[in-house]
């Protein structure tokens, strides 16, 4: 099971942080990552790490802007966002893969567990 938190409304070029719990026990893969869905669009790959090396991997859209981060001993994931913009504005996932597959597949077609989406508002 996983929980995602930090969702909420910050004024463009403003930051947000957030997390994701993965339930101990539910989490045997490689990847945990983030994605996004904007209304109206599809959902999109926004950043992944590998779980056990920490290898970092982002759409282009949001390198150098988000950065995504582990914590290994209490099963979290984070997602540091700077720089926001008003196209940020989606509906975030937190999600982990069961490790069967490529990160290039999980990053086109998604991961297989999921959480309940938390939402982002970049306004002015």
């Known amino acids: 099971q996983l929980q995602a938190y930090g969702g909420g409304w910050v004024q463009p070029g403003g930051s947000l942080n957030l997390s994701c719990r993965a339930s101990?026990?539910?989490?045997?893969?490689?990847?945990m990552g983030w994605y996004r869905q904007a209304a109206g669009k599809e959902r999109e790959f926004v950043a992944a790490?590998?779980?056990?090396?920490?290898?970092?991997y982002y759409t282009d859209s949001v390198k150098g802007r988000f950065t995504i981060s582990r914590d290994s001993a209490e099963n979290m994931v984070y997602l540091q966002m700077s720089s926001l913009k008003p196209e940020d504005t989606a509906v975030y996932y937190c999600?982990?893969?069961?490790?069967?597959?490529?990160?290039?597949?999980?990053?086109?077609?998604?991961?297989?567990?999921w959480g309940k989406g938390t939402l982002v508002t970049v306004s002015s």
């Open positions: 101990s026990g539910t989490f045997s893969g490689n990847y």
């Open positions: 999600a982990a893969d069961k490790g069967l597959r490529s990160l290039s597949n999980l990053m086109y077609y998604g991961m297989d567990y």
């Open positions: 790490i590998n779980w056990a090396g920490g290898y970092t």
